[in-house]
C-alpha cells in the first residue's frame, strides 16, 4: 500500500495559480510499482471528478477544463507528483486528492486531499 500527502493548497484570486505537490511513501514493492500518478477534484455536492494522470514514462493526459492550464509532473527519484495550476478559475475550487496506482493489481491510493479555493 502506498500512503501519499498532498500540500500546497490554499487561497487563489481568479488568474492565479497554485502548485499542489503529493509525497508517497510505503515499502519498497509498493513504491517501485508505482505506474500511474495523477489528480482528482472533488467540489462541495459533485462527485470526484479525474483531472491529470503521468504515467511512469511521463506521458501525460489532462481533462478538458484543464488542458492547457494545469501541467502534472512527477519525479520518480522522489517519488513525487506536482500539480502547476495556472489562470485559476472559480469553477476550480474543490478537494484535490493525489492518486497512485501500485502493486500486482494497479491498486489505486488516495491521498487525504487538499483544499483549493478560487475567488472571483
Known amino acids: 500500500q502506498v500512503q501519499l500527502v498532498e500540500s500546497g493548497g490554499g487561497l487563489a484570486q481568479a488568474g492565479g495559480s497554485l502548485r499542489l505537490s503529493c509525497v508517497a511513501s510505503?515499502?519498497?514493492?509498493?513504491?517501485?510499482?508505482?505506474?500511474?500518478m495523477g489528480w482528482f477534484r472533488q467540489a462541495p455536492g459533485k462527485q470526484r471528478e479525474w483531472v491529470a494522470t503521468?504515467?511512469?514514462?511521463?506521458?501525460?493526459t489532462y481533462a478538458s477544463t484543464v488542458k492547457g492550464r494545469f501541467t502534472i509532473s512527477r519525479d520518480n527519484a522522489e517519488n513525487t507528483v506536482s500539480l502547476q495550476m495556472n489562470s485559476l478559475k472559480p469553477e476550480d475550487t474543490a478537494l484535490y486528492y493525489c492518486?497512485?496506482?501500485?502493486?500486482?493489481?494497479?491498486?489505486?491510493?488516495w491521498g487525504q486531499g487538499t483544499q483549493v479555493t478560487v475567488s472571483s
Open positions: 510505503g515499502s519498497i514493492f509498493s513504491i517501485n510499482t508505482i505506474n500511474t
Open positions: 503521468i504515467f511512469r514514462s511521463n506521458s501525460v
Open positions: 492518486s497512485a496506482e501500485s502493486g500486482n493489481w494497479n491498486t489505486r491510493n
